[in-house]
């Protein structure tokens, strides 16, 4: 026992030093995160209205400490990408979510979260979960927040802050492919109306417009995430009895292809706002990376410190093995990979959660976020672009 003890000890002191080695180079910090998006980076908004699409319950967020283990409606088990993201950026707190009453006051200076599961960027998509706020709904209460904020700051201090001080990420468009145009029952009118190419196009179109739109509301510096490889979530290979190590195509080829008339869009804005800073986090790459190779990685440095806090609630040894899958939740039931039903109380849920990549059918792990995070802040062009988010800070 005295040894075991002693041992934690030693290595709680060690990762320590680890850790200011790695934080301590900050210069610059980012005052606000402004967060829209959909499930992956919701902080919280569907716990406001009714709606198919909840993470309000346990085992959601039970490594997630500020709340002690107690769900907050994030849809994993601690962290989202979002909230990383601010915190190795120097952020204080989470941006909160904008539906939560006590959203008031001095609390947005440090930004506001939007993002509603279910969400995407075309007003249809996530019907099928009878409310979600899509894209032009958040930009519509970011328009609320933009108002308060000339009204606690002054016009032009606010306008400073907005350009200068504060970040802006979206991570939508998965749910246009999921919850939209794939789904096997609702969307064959849909699929039958618009080719693949025409659905692409209007996606991109609308998404324009609405990157427009927050530019125009003087958000300057602005992170967009592309589709992930949604062809290899667990839900999609359950629904489709894929193998172990297979992805379902279509699902893949379709973000692919809509990833690269992003990758241009970005581009485009980029030559056409004048101050517009776009960056475009390729999620895409970096999650495929870790799918290929889950036993490579929940190895940094950085990932294995934060993994290794939570030492006293769970194993070592899942740390030291890097990812044990990436076929199957952590939390879920249902099907060849678990992939039907979404994580909740009645749930079947693994022991060691930070040896998942992925937490729930949908869902990235709080372990797969660090990792994630940590190369969209800090990495280099393949992942992020044309700067990484450090860098886009320091503007
Ligand atoms: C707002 O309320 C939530 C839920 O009661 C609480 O967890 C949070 O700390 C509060 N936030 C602020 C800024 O007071
Ligand atoms: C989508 O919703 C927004 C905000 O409610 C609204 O302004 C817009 O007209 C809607 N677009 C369509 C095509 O329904
Ligand atoms: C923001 O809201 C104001 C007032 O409702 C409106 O006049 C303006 O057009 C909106 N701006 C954007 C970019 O949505």
Redesign the pocket.
Known sequence: MATGLAWVTLLLLLLCAMATGDEGDQETSVSASFVFGDSLVDAGNNNYFNTLSKADMAPNGIDFAASGGEPTGRYTNGRTIADIIGELLGQKGYSPPFLAPNTTGSVILNGVNYASGGGGIL?GTGRIFVNRL?L??QL?YFNTTRQQLDELLGKSQAKEFMMKKSIFSVTIGSNDFLNNYLLPVLSARERARLNPDDFINELITKFRSQLIRLYTLDARKIVVANVGPIGCIPYQKTLNGVKENECVGLPNELAVQYNGQLRDLLAELNDNLPGGQFVLANVYDLVLEVLTNPGKYGKNRFARFEILLNLLQQTVKAINQGFKTSSYPCCGDGGQYQGYIPCGPTSSMCDDRSAYVFWDPYHPSEAANLLFAKYIVDGGTKYVSPMNLRQLVQL
Request: charged share 40%.
């Open positions: 007003n899509g032009d709904i519509d």
